[in-house]
């Protein structure tokens, strides 16, 4: 039983990796590399399973790609600031924790990336609204059927499926695919 759950549990994720849209990694790569060019932050956020995408998406940019070369990224994961977050939580609203590190740190040029699964987390569409009122490029990843943020972030990434440790795979995944670009347009 073991062996045909995991079977099943890798078939139906290649399906779901093979109905993604990839029209917009070119756009989301290009959004980062304008970031560094121009020596801008990239903000990234997300709650529980998506909290742990951002921070993994933080550190592979960050260490991962620029390790030894002289110029960084400025990738900052505002899912990590786990004090300021329950302080927003405990004194305004759990909806608030993003935005309000936005309003502090938010610049033009910047970049914010939101990721959640279901598309409706209330603390992320803040953070995008708030950053699209800025005029700042504003991207998405999410599942399902997209949810609000893929409607209103500038780019959306949306993993075509009602499940969501998938949906979080391919959120890894593109991760991962967007570090392994960058690393060869880097350091080639």
């Known amino acids: 039983m073991i062996k045909e759950l995991t079977v099943q549990y890798l078939d139906d994720l290649q399906d779901t990796l093979r109905n993604i849209d990839l029209q917009n990694v070119e756009r989301i790569v290009n959004a980062i590399l304008a970031a560094y060019e121009n020596e801008k932050q990239i903000f990234i956020m997300g709650n529980g399973g998506s909290g742990s995408t951002a921070s993994h998406f933080a550190c592979d940019i960050n260490k991962g790609v620029t390790f030894g070369l002289e110029k960084r990224f400025k990738v900052i994961s505002l899912s990590d600031n786990i004090p300021t977050m329950l302080a927003y939580a405990n004194d305004s609203s759990y909806d608030d924790i993003f935005i ?5 740190f938010l610049n033009p040029g ?5 990721i ?14 708030y950053a699209n009122e800025k005029g700042i490029e504003t991207i998405a990843f999410t599942g399902f059927d997209g949810g609000e943020i893929a409607k209103i972030a500038k780019t959306s990434f949306v993993v075509p499926v009602n499940d969501m440790q998938k949906v979080e795979d391919g959120h890894l995944i593109l991760a991962h695919i967007i570090m392994q670009i960058l690393v060869k347009k880097l350091r080639s």
């Open 116 to 129: 959640s699964g279901s598309g409706n987390s209330i603390n992320v569409i803040r953070a995008i609204q």
């Open 110 to 114: 910047d970049v914010v990336i939101g």
């Open 100 to 104: 309000e590190q936005l309003k502090n």
